[in-house]
């Protein structure tokens, strides 16, 4: 059986404690200053808030390996890179990987211009590199298109042992 809550005496004790106090005023703590209107979000590891260029990389590891329609509430947002994985290495699949990463960045992550995506290594194994260079625009969620100078990608399939994007 349960027993009744004396709603009076319950906050009653929370006011003389304090804790509602801290409670309501926690929603109204200031987030720290933010230089120049960075674009900002949450690390996908810690939770923690992550702003200016390794938000932007962190944008585009999540849609570079997201495949469209992988996602239940964005089914647009993504790239076909993820599936030319494991096609032989030849100049077509080359061009149609480096089109994919393009029209992704371009489309998906504001933040970065892309400018070049090369090829910069290939083996008879059909591992590559690759690196995917453009402008950095930190303020481009905002339409002020200022770039804040050139910046590159590492293009570094997850298989391989490496982190899928490195800056």
Do not use: C, K
């Amino acid at each position: 059986m349960l027993m009744p809550v004396d709603r009076v005496a319950l906050r009653a004790r929370l006011r003389a404690s304090g804790r509602h106090a801290e409670a309501a005023g926690a929603a109204a703590i200031a987030p720290p200053p933010l230089a120049g209107n960075e674009p900002t979000g949450m690390d996908a590891a810690t939770g923690r808030l992550v702003t200016g260029w390794p938000w932007v990389m962190q944008s585009a590891s999540r849609v570079l390996t997201t495949a469209y329609f992988e996602e239940v509430m964005r089914p647009h947002v993504g790239s076909n890179a993820r599936q030319l994985f494991g096609e032989l290495a030849h100049v077509r699949t080359a061009q149609r990987f480096r089109w994919a990463v393009g029209v992704a960045l371009l489309l998906f992550v504001p933040n970065l211009r892309p400018s070049a995506i090369q090829q910069l290594s290939s083996d008879r194994t059909g591992a590559t590199g690759w690196i995917a260079e453009g402008d950095y625009l930190p303020r481009a969620h905002r339409g002020d298109p200022t770039s804040a100078g050139r910046r590159s990608i590492d293009l570094v399939p997850a298989g391989r042992g490496g982190a899928a994007i490195t800056g």
